[in-house]
T-cell receptor
Framework: SQQGEEDPQALSIQEGENATMNCSYK?????LQWYRQNSGRGLVHLIL?????REKHSGRLRVTLDTSKKSSSLLITASRAADTASYFC?????????FGEGTQLTVNP | DTEVTQTPKHLVMGMTNKKSLKCEQH?????MYWYKQKAKKPPELMFV???????INESVPSRFSPECPNSSLLNLHLHALQPEDSALYLC?????????????FGPGTRLTVT
């Protein structure tokens, strides 16, 4: 069953702007991961944040995790047209990854 | 080599056909996964293999039959599928089945059942 909900479902911004996507989940987790998927292709792992971490950075990505609110956010700074893709959060628990519904990000040149 | 390969890229099959999807990784990962993804939806876990043994079957219909011949290969045998089984089938691998490991995904097989 899918426990992650993401918002917004779709986001359209201009190149150079920042994009923020949010993810909520319902059960206890070991870690939370973010993945990117270009149209109809495989997923690419972006970043993993453990349940005892609150914030993590990787290049232009910043992820936060609030386990008390069961929520996470992904910030992409200085967006590029190449960032256009679907972004999924995924919670890791009981040997499984459970994906959220995803946010479709469009970055306009 | 951090690549997961899947063949074929596209597959069209009739409801009475038998076909197989193949997945391969050479990263030394000991966990491999099959996911099903419908258009505009997230991937849904089907099966997990850990150390070449089936560890999770998410109540998948028996017309889907997974097989892990060795630690690098994962197959999904298809038989008597329904049109609603048309989807993108994704294979993934990770160091081990238990978290916190990230998963590496293949490009998928686009399956159409006619």
């Amino acid at each position: 069953s899918q426990q992650g909900e993401e918002d917004p479902q779709a986001l359209s911004i201009q190149e150079g702007e920042n994009a923020t996507m949010n993810c909520s989940y319902k059960t206890s987790i070991n870690n939370l991961q973010w993945y990117r998927q270009n149209s109809g292709r495989g997923l690419v792992h972006l970043i993993l944040i453990r349940s005892n971490e609150r914030e993590k950075h990787s290049g232009r990505l910043r992820v936060t995790l609030d386990t008390s609110k069961k929520s996470s956010s992904l910030l992409i700074t200085a967006s590029r047209a190449a960032d256009t893709a679907s972004y999924f959060c995924a919670t890791a628990a009981r040997g499984r990854l459970t994906f959220g519904e995803g946010t479709q990000l469009t970055v306009n040149p | 080599d951090t690549e997961v390969t899947q063949t074929p890229k596209h597959l069209v099959m009739g409801m009475t056909n038998k076909k197989s999807l193949k997945c391969e990784q050479h990263m030394g990962h000991r966990a491999m996964y099959w996911y099903k993804q419908k258009a505009k939806k997230p991937p849904e876990l089907m099966f997990v293999y850990s150390y070449e043994k089936l560890s999770i079957n998410e109540s998948v219909p028996s017309r889907f039959s997974p097989e892990c011949p060795n630690s690098s290969l994962l197959n999904l045998h298809l038989h008597a599928l329904q049109p609603e089984d048309s989807a993108l089938y994704l294979c993934a691998s990770s160091q081990a089945a238990l978290s916190p490991y990230e998963q590496y995904f293949g490009p998928g097989t686009r399956l159409t059942v006619t």
